[in-house]
């Protein structure tokens, strides 16, 4: 069983930066792939990135390329979301996600989710 806790959201402007944290229980880390997806009001929720399980590999969505970027730290049990340039329709709730030894961005792949954190970005 994992449990996942997120944090760092929070109300921005936009072009300015934030960062999300996600901290896991367990001492098997590293044999989860991590996964970021948001849901924005009325809308389903949507992929944004994930990272391998040793952090040597990462995939964003078209949506978010070149902004965002995810690592982890697995000695502290915690993967982070770097958000530059944000956008208005970044507006979301974050939810951090773990996927046991399967590399995916379908949601329906992820074992384990964290309760989100609202990130709200004003033009």
């Known amino acids: 069983q994992v449990q996942l806790v997120e944090s760092g959201g929070g109300l921005v402007q936009a072009g300015d930066s934030l960062r999300l944290s996600c901290a896991a229980s367990?001492?098997?880390?590293?044999?989860?792939?991590m996964g970021w997806f948001r849901q924005a009001p009325g809308k389903d929720r949507e992929f944004v990135g994930m990272?391998?399980?040793?952090?040597?590999?990462?995939y964003f969505a078209d949506s978010v390329k070149g902004r965002f970027t995810i690592s982890r730290d697995n000695a502290k049990n915690t993967v982070y979301l770097q958000m530059n340039s944000l956008k208005p329709q970044d507006t979301a709730v974050y939810y951090c996600?773990?996927?046991?030894?399967?590399?995916?961005?379908?949601?329906?792949?992820?074992?384990?989710w964290g309760q989100g954190t609202q990130v709200t970005v004003s033009s």
């Open positions: 367990g001492r098997t880390f590293s044999t989860y792939t």
């Open positions: 990272i391998s399980g040793r952090g040597g590999i990462t």
């Open positions: 996600a773990a996927s046991y030894r399967k590399y995916s961005p379908k949601a329906s792949d992820y074992d384990y």
